[in-house]
């Protein structure tokens, strides 16, 4: 599978598109540009009231920033061959804390579902920055993910994979939580969707690592053009209901635009807000490069 291709020159500076889009809801490239700039602004609107932070949550966490982007934006799976990595910036508006989730990918070259069609990864917040009573803790993440993502169908526009996944905590709680995702992708034309389920369970529960967690996710995202400067663009937006054993089932919504800066390299620009309808409100920006290194020598 071919990873993070777009054809086409270089030709304007993305701050300067996003900065134009937001700043009047308005642009040349038709509605559904129209539709994530407005959507990423009602995202980053000043909340009513501050938010804590439910960090157990698999929606918040790095693993799941990748795995909105699979829906639309990245390939199932990194290129075969090759790795790539995610660097995000997450900033809460509500709380003031800041992370760095990141996640280095790596899917050996073959042609078994194992070796050739899994996509092996490790997710983690390589910093991890919490305000709290007017003091700011920063350390390195408090919990690893490890997870296979394999490829079971890889058709001409319907691809489905499965990925079984375990967190292994480092500190604040004990035992690990184990899951899988199941991801659904349908590609036509410049238009990309999917939909995600997935289910976790603790070893080890506690008043802030639920003994069980399930959500689901859909997506989608449009290519502004198929070529040329806009052919660089792709506005995407999701939306992830979640359900937790001891905790109020919420909604959560994402908006935001992804800019392909070359071949193997792209940012993008996200507004989150949780707790849409149910649980604590919360609003973020996640700023992320994404970068293919290539197939190993």
């Known amino acids: 599978m071919a990873s993070l ?22 642009s040349r490239v038709g509605n559904y540009g129209r539709w ?6 009602c995202m980053l609107a000043p909340a ?6 439910d960090g157990f949550l698999g929606g918040r966490g790095t693993s799941n920033i990748t795995l909105r982007k699979r829906l639309h934006v990245n390939t199932l799976i990194t290129e075969p061959g090759t790795i790539e990595a995610e660097w995000d910036n997450l900033y809460s508006y509500s ?5 760095m989730p990141s996640v280095i990918k790596y899917t050996p070259k073959g042609k078994s579902i194992l070796w050739g069609r899994t996509e092996y990864s490790a997710a983690f917040d390589a910093i991890d920055s919490v305000a709290l009573a007017g003091q700011r803790t920063t350390q390195f993440s408090d919990r690893v993910t490890f997870g296979a993502n394999a490829v079971l169908k890889d058709g001409e526009k319907l691809d489905i994979a499965v990925q079984p996944a375990a ?3 480092l500190r604040g709680e004990s035992g690990v939580r184990l899951g899988a995702t199941a991801i659904v992708r349908y590609d036509v034309g410049r238009n990309s969707m999917g939909a995600s389920l997935s289910w976790t369970a603790a070893t080890a529960p506690s008043p802030t690592n639920p003994a069980r967690a399930w959500d689901f996710g859909g997506g989608m995202g449009r290519r502004l053009a198929a070529s040329g400067a806009w052919g660089h663009i792709t506005p995407h937006v999701n939306a992830v209901y979640e359900r937790s054993t001891g905790f109020e089932r919420t909604w959560a919504g994402f908006a935001g635009v ?9 940012v993008d620009f996200t507004g989150q807000r949780y707790g849409l309808a149910g649980g604590n409100p919360d609003r973020q920006l996640v700023v992320g490069l994404t970068m293919n290194f290539g197939k190993l020598q």
């Open 95 to 99: 709380t003031g804390n800041f992370s």
């Open 48 to 53: 009513g009231h501050a938010a804590l932070l």
């Open 258 to 266: 992804e800019y392909q800066i070359t071949e193997r390299i792209a």
């Open 5 to 26: 291709k777009v054809s086409g020159a270089l030709r304007h500076p993305p701050i300067i598109m996003i900065v134009a889009a937001a700043t009047e809801c308005q």
């Open 167 to 169: 967190t292994f905590f």
């Open 36 to 41: 994530a700039a407005c959507g990423l602004l």
